[in-house]
């Protein structure tokens, strides 16, 4: 995993030619060899080389002849071998979903019937969009026309850009459908969030105590750009990751004082706290009294 510090949000601007939209291979630009993310749509089709994918906390197989959908925001990385080929497509959410006001990090939410077109994406983590030789000629020949009308801009070439890229989308929909409607069915998305959570969670249990933990650092670990998991905590704890974090401290220091008889100082640094005093100005803000206070009243209660 790379440092998350260093890890890239990249603009359409930085990684295109156009703002809507744009199709290359790899002789026209370098490809990314660090995990990072990137504020609009991309799918990425391999033309050759074996390799893998890693999304969203998933590693999936990246052979010849299959697809990557990457939703926006999504942590990825595909290291592609030096003698492989692909081809790449970046666009807008205002390109592809021109009918649809939804905050990019709700796109998973969005219901099947409302945006079809949104389900390759949604599923990447849970599936392999690999195609035989006879339906990928027929990706291959929706490239062709893509880079065509892209390199030869004219009054309808955004719409004709945008019909070859539905007609792309709508080939895999079709080829999966089985699997994209089960996934569906069994709300696969919330699975894959749930599983995202517990990635989180681990990370906060096995750092609690250090005090230099940041969201940062858990959304990389996690896989997560950390815009994406402070919405997944806002959706499905209502908290921020400072609160979480907070909670979890106070968790683990109610133990501490009800468990054992370490000293406050030694409970303060094994919750992640550098100060005692902080720590006991904390707790009493969490709990109305004091961790010594805290203690005292638990053994009391436990003698009675």
């Keep these: 995993m790379a440092n998350p510090s260093r890890i890239q949000t990249y603009g359409m601007q930085q990684r295109s030619d156009r703002m809507d939209f744009y199709i290359r291979d790899k002789s026209a630009r370098a490809a990314l060899t660090a995990p990072h993310r990137h504020e609009y749509?991309?799918?990425?089709?391999?033309?050759?080389?074996?390799?893998?994918?890693?999304?969203?906390?998933?590693i999936r197989p990246f052979p010849r002849n299959t697809l990557a959908f990457i939703l926006p925001h999504r942590l990825h990385v595909i290291p592609h071998p030096h003698d492989g080929n692909f081809v790449l497509i970046n666009f807008s959410q205002e390109f592809l979903l021109q009918h649809l006001e939804c905050d990019p990090m709700d796109l998973e939410d969005v219901p099947l019937n409302e945006a079809p077109e949104l389900a390759p994406f949604r599923f990447q983590e849970h599936l392999d969009y690999t195609l035989g030789d006879a339906d990928f000629a027929q990706i291959s020949m929706l490239l062709t026309r893509m880079r065509e009308a892209d390199q030869h801009r004219q009054l309808g070439s955004g719409s004709m850009?945008?019909?070859?890229?539905?007609?792309?989308?709508?080939?895999?929909c079709n080829l999966f459908e089985p699997q994209l409607l089960a996934l569906s069915t069994n709300r696969a998305e919330r699975r894959g969030r749930r599983d995202a959570m517990g990635r989180v969670m681990v990370y906060i249990r096995e750092h609690i105590g250090d005090p230099a933990m940041t969201l940062t650092d858990a959304a990389a670990a996690a896989f997560l750009s950390p815009n994406y998991l402070t919405h997944l905590l806002r959706?499905?704890?209502?908290?921020?990751?400072s609160e979480l974090v907070?909670?979890?401290?106070?968790r683990l220091a109610r133990t501490h004082l009800m468990n054992g008889s370490k000293s406050l100082s030694?409970?303060?640094?094994?919750?992640?706290?550098?100060?005692e005093a902080y720590f006991s100005r904390r707790f009493r803000k969490a709990h109305g009294v004091p961790p010594g206070q805290f203690r005292r009243q638990q053994r009391v209660g436990e003698t009675r």
């Design 41 to 58: 749509f991309q799918i990425q089709i391999n033309l050759g080389g074996d390799t893998v994918q890693h999304i969203g906390g998933a």
């Design 161 to 172: 850009l945008r019909g070859y890229l539905l007609q792309l989308i709508g080939n895999v």
């Design 235 to 241: 959706k499905e704890t209502g908290s921020t990751f």
């Design 246 to 250: 907070l909670e979890r401290r106070m």
């Design 266 to 275: 030694h409970i303060a640094e094994l919750c992640g706290f550098t100060d």
